[in-house]
């Protein structure tokens, strides 16, 4: 397994050869691209951070070729956790690991690869989790990756495709900031981006940006994104989703270059209006710990299902860079029932009664029934409902 070799500060470029050299290759554009991303979300963090933490800035190469920027920002005033990160590596990857990173493209080809298949892949990664648990979790990563023909098996064409996404996991529902995060408008002035940061509407943000380019996309990476943060031993989603797209490659490059940097500069303006109003809203120990739990399910997700930490691992990536997506603290509490019953409403009082005559008669077929209503249903109404609602049944926001 390769190791990350430390450096004093970033190269100017993790590229080498003919394509560091040539300032309109996708891969030194994208490779721009996400690093002034980095920049501007690490800049805009730290702003509302005001006099409390600074990210701290790690620069690391890989033997096997190229490298990236990891800039981790922990215990703020603001946000218990946020990581920004670019990689732009390359090399030879083993056969699983190209499963990992293509499973429905390794399955429709027969699901082997004859050998090491020689790769590109460069991407910007980001979750942030804030302290407050009435503010949410964000995550977003846009990447671009090639593949060469397999080395024992050489001729075939070069692959390459675009993936990523932006996605929403709060603890509390509140619908004025999920909209908003599905509606911002971008300026273009004097060759810079100046955001206008409209109270407008999340997924909307969303939506424009893919409008611009195909009305087709945002329903399509909408549900796609419903369907690929699905936690399947819970049943339940892992947030209020946003836009997923992987393997995209049915158009020209520029095109999808363009689309991809359009994503990604829609973060912050998506983000930042949510952050500012609910950073400071009052919150209890109760409504800390049911943030906890939900930081449990992120957690479960990201380790067990995760397409990039499945492949971060089997390439040997860098493992801080890998886990740090992972928030500073969350919760897993055995028969996590007892804190619904005890905290969530005359609903749940009444069915604890139930469970307590069942236990009694010793019906075990209908204490797993009412551990499952409890567990699923809290009182209808209350928030920890509303957000167990949205995370089993998706909801259309606009």
Not at 117 to 130: M, N
Request: proline letters at 6%.
């Amino acid at each position: 397994m390769e190791r990350e070799t430390p450096e004093a500060a970033a190269p100017a470029t993790f590229l080498r050869g003919e394509e560091g050299a040539s300032p309109e290759s996708t891969r030194t554009r994208f490779e721009r691209m996400i690093r002034r991303v980095q920049a501007e979300v690490c800049a805009a963090l730290e702003a509302i951070e005001g006099g409390g933490a600074r990210f701290r800035e790690d620069a690391w190469t890989r033997p096997g070729g190229g490298g990236g920027i990891s800039r981790v920002l922990q215990g703020g005033r603001v946000f218990e956790k946020a990581a920004v990160n670019v990689s732009v590596v390359y090399g030879v990857m083993p056969p699983e690991a190209y499963r990992a990173a293509r499973p429905e493209a390794a399955a429709a080809g027969g699901g082997e690869k004859a050998g090491p298949v020689p790769f590109f892949a460069a991407g910007v990664s980001s979750v942030i989790h804030p302290i407050n648990p009435f503010a949410p979790t964000m995550h977003f990563n846009y990447r671009y990756f090639e593949t060469e023909a397999a080395e024992d098996a050489p001729g075939a064409p070069r692959q390459w495709w675009f993936g990523g996404g932006t996605d929403l996991t709060p603890s509390y529902i509140i619908e004025e900031d999920v909209k908003h995060f599905h509606s911002v408008r971008h300026f273009l002035l004097c060759s810079c981006w100046i955001t206008v940061w409209c109270p407008i509407e999340w997924f909307q943000v969303q939506k424009q940006i893919c409008d611009k380019f195909y009305p087709s996309f945002y329903p399509k990476f909408k549900k796609w994104c419903d369907d690929y943060f699905y936690i399947k031993h819970r049943g339940e989603r892992r947030g209020v989703g946003g836009i997923f797209f992987d393997d995209l490659n049915d158009y020209d490059q520029e095109t999808l270059l363009s689309f991809t940097t359009g994503c990604a500069d829609s973060v912050l303006p998506a983000y930042i209006p949510i952050i500012e109003r609910r950073k400071d809203t009052p919150f209890t120990e109760e409504h800390k710990e049911w943030q906890q739990i939900r930081r449990g399910r992120y957690v479960e997700f990201n380790l067990v299902y995760d397409r990039g930490t499945t492949f971060g691992l089997k390439t040997g990536g860098r493992i801080e860079s890998i886990l740090v997506s992972l928030p500073l603290t969350a919760r897993w509490e055995y028969d996590h029932v007892s804190f619904l019953l005890l905290s969530l409403g005359q609903a749940c009082l009444t069915t604890t009664k139930e469970y307590l005559v069942t236990i009694t008669k010793r019906k075990v077929e209908r204490v797993v029934s009412i551990r499952l209503l409890c567990f699923m249903k809290p009182d209808v109404g209350t928030e920890e409902w509303k957000l167990l609602d949205t995370c089993i049944n998706p909801k259309e926001w606009i």
